[in-house]
């Protein structure tokens, strides 16, 4: 069965796209996806519930600010989406770690560094959106038929799509 392309015009697909931008990165990183919606709830239209794994509290906090860019940039990269289709939550998110990564840091010019920060971040979660593209659109796929996937569901259609990433 041949799978419909994705349109930005359907707000459940911009949401597919979305949370499997956010998972589909997430693993790329190594870190642990537990399950990702597209179910809304009182305040998201989706989600991805996600472990960062780093070393240390820092690398943690690089990691997820990576992933709560990825929702963002694969509707950017996968649906040639300008706009900010529902990531406010992901953006108070961000704002919270970088935040927190300037807080513990020794730079004196905060905002350049927490400028620097996000473009890298944003960078990093673009790149990982086009190696994984074809990816994202399996895992949305499958989020649109079921509404929810788990974590081993997720690894079953990575490893299925690219032999593991």
């Known amino acids: ?20 931008g956010h998972a589909v ?10 399950q990702l919606t597209i179910a809304p709830e009182a305040d998201t239209l989706g989600s991805v519930d996600f472990t960062a794994t780093g070393a240390d509290w820092i690398a943690r906090a690089v990691e997820s600010g990576i ?10 990269v996968l649906l040639a989406q300008a706009h900010n289709c529902g990531d406010d939550w992901d953006r108070e998110r961000l704002a919270a770690i970088v935040d ?7 730079k004196t010019d905060k905002r350049k560094f927490r400028s620097r920060l ?3 971040m944003r960078s990093r979660a673009r790149t990982l959106v086009r190696e994984h593209s074809a990816t994202i659109e399996r895992v949305a796929h499958a989020l649109l ?5 788990s974590g081993a569901e997720l690894d ?3 490893a299925t799509q690219e032999g593991g990433l």
């Open 1 to 20: 069965m041949t799978e419909r392309k994705l349109s930005a015009r359907s707000l459940l697909d911009e949401t597919a796209i979305h949370e499997s």
């Open 25 to 34: 990165v997430a693993r790329a990183l190594g870190v642990s996806v537990a």
């Open 67 to 76: 992933v709560m860019c990825a929702g963002r940039e694969a509707a950017r």
């Open 100 to 106: 927190r990564l300037i807080a513990a840091s020794p």
């Open 118 to 120: 996000l473009a890298t």
């Open 145 to 149: 038929r079921q509404g929810h996937l």
């Open 156 to 158: 079953a259609l990575i």
